[in-house]
T-cell receptor
Framework: GAGVSQTPSNKVTEKGKYVELRCDPI?????LYWYRQSLGQGPEFLIY????????DSGLPNDRFFAVRPEGSVSTLKIQRTERGDSAVYLC??????????????FGPGTRLTVL | LAKTTQPISMDSYEGQEVNITCSHN???????ITWYQQFPSQGPRFIIQ???TKVTNEVASLFIPADRKSSTLSLPRVSLSDTAVYYC????????????FGSGTQLTVLP
């Protein structure tokens, strides 16, 4: 079946601009995660959704970052007033959301964000 | 948070068995141990998960001693295509916040 998809695959923007990154999880997966990965580092947790609600947004670095999942499926990560330090690969993952499955995540290919 | 420590890099040759050890001294009772593999320009891919003793699947084995303060991922007869970064994660189902990847181990398989 189809895996997790993310669009766009690459996004180049200018400092101060607003960007939206989209994630389509695996159909039927109730849990959705966003991570940020900088070069040479492991993925850094940003936010976790269970259904439509943000169950844990403690990884969001500041109030310029926001994510939504209005219908419990597709999610959008929104970054306001982008800064050069926001440049990274943004990864989305989904899982079945059942007990014990936090660690069994299926990742998308990521969106490479470059802020000039 | 249960912190994990892995070697930064390892080299091996095709056909050899590779063992990557991860230390997690402050693992909690409810924590599972999970390993992911990541190729360049791709998202991580789940390899194996365990709680104690030994777990084996079609691609790897995971050895966890009784005290659970470490774990070893074993890859039998590696090939060039196993060159990747391998991450050890420790966490439970109660909090996604505890899913910390760390820097991983860069495995390079040589011909």
């Amino acid at each position: 079946g189809a895996g997790v998809s993310q669009t766009p695959s690459n996004k180049v923007t200018e400092k101060g601009k607003y960007v939206e990154l989209r994630c389509d999880p695996i159909s039927g997966h109730t849990a959705l995660y966003w991570y940020r990965q900088s070069l040479g580092q492991g993925p850094e947790f940003l936010i976790y959704f269970q259904g439509t609600g943000a169950a844990d947004d403690s990884g969001l670095p500041n109030d310029r970052f926001f994510a939504v999942r209005p219908e419990g499926s597709v999610s959008t990560l929104k970054i306001q007033r982008t800064e050069r330090g926001d440049s990274a690969v943004y990864l989305c993952a989904s899982s079945t959301g059942t007990s014990g499955s936090h660690n069994e995540q299926f990742f998308g290919p990521g969106t490479r964000l470059t802020v000039l | 948070l249960a912190k994990t420590t892995q070697p930064i890099s390892m080299d091996s040759y095709e056909g050899q068995e590779v063992n990557i050890t991860c230390s997690h001294n402050n693992i909690a009772t409810n924590d599972y141990i999970t390993w992911y593999q990541q190729f360049p320009s791709q998202g991580p891919r789940f390899i194996i998960q365990g709680y104690k003793t030994k777990v084996t699947n079609e691609v790897a084995s995971l050895f966890i001693p009784a005290d659970r303060k470490s774990s070893t991922l074993s890859l039998p007869r590696v090939s060039l295509s196993d060159t990747a970064v391998y991450y050890c994660l420790v966490g439970d189902s109660g909090s996604a916040r505890q899913l910390t990847f760390g820097s991983g181990t860069q495995l390079t398989v040589l011909p």
